[in-house]
């Protein structure tokens, strides 16, 4: 949970939606063969984070044309890497989609609740972006040579 303070001292919550949790356990743990998206947002009146689409057999280029253009999103992505050496692995990457120039609150909001997100879904391979421009093949490549 995250706490987020407001004007007069109180304070806003963020939590993970427990549809998020149970769903992503699935698709974490699932044994599917392919390229795989969920996308999750903040659901502004319960300030909870919920998702918003589950897509399969995706490219990181078709996930770029879902996002919006002026507003932060979570994607966590399972996708098949087909290494140099013929290798074939899965790896789970999140990703922090937030575009410049939006609302100041609305940053603070999903950048602070990032955190609490990768605790809960217990992602390691942590990636941001501030366009949709960035995310290409090439570019994940790029991100996960790092992990060899």
Known sequence: MFMLPQEGGQTTTCTVSDDVKTKFKAFKTGKNQANNAFIMKINPNALEVVLEHHLENVSILDIAEEL?????????????????????????????????????????????????????????????????????????????????
């Open 68 to 148: 919006p253009e002026s507003a932060p999103r979570y994607i966590a992505y399972s996708y098949k890497w087909v290494h140099d050496d013929g290798r074939v692995s899965f790896p789970l990457v999140f990703i922090f989609y937030c575009p410049k120039g939006i609302n100041t609150k609305l940053n603070i909001l999903y950048a602070s609740t990032k955190p609490v997100l990768t605790e809960a879904l217990q992602v390691q391979k942590l990636f941001s972006v501030a366009t949709t421009e960035e995310l290409t093949e090439e570019w994940l490549k790029d991100k996960l040579a790092f992990f060899k």
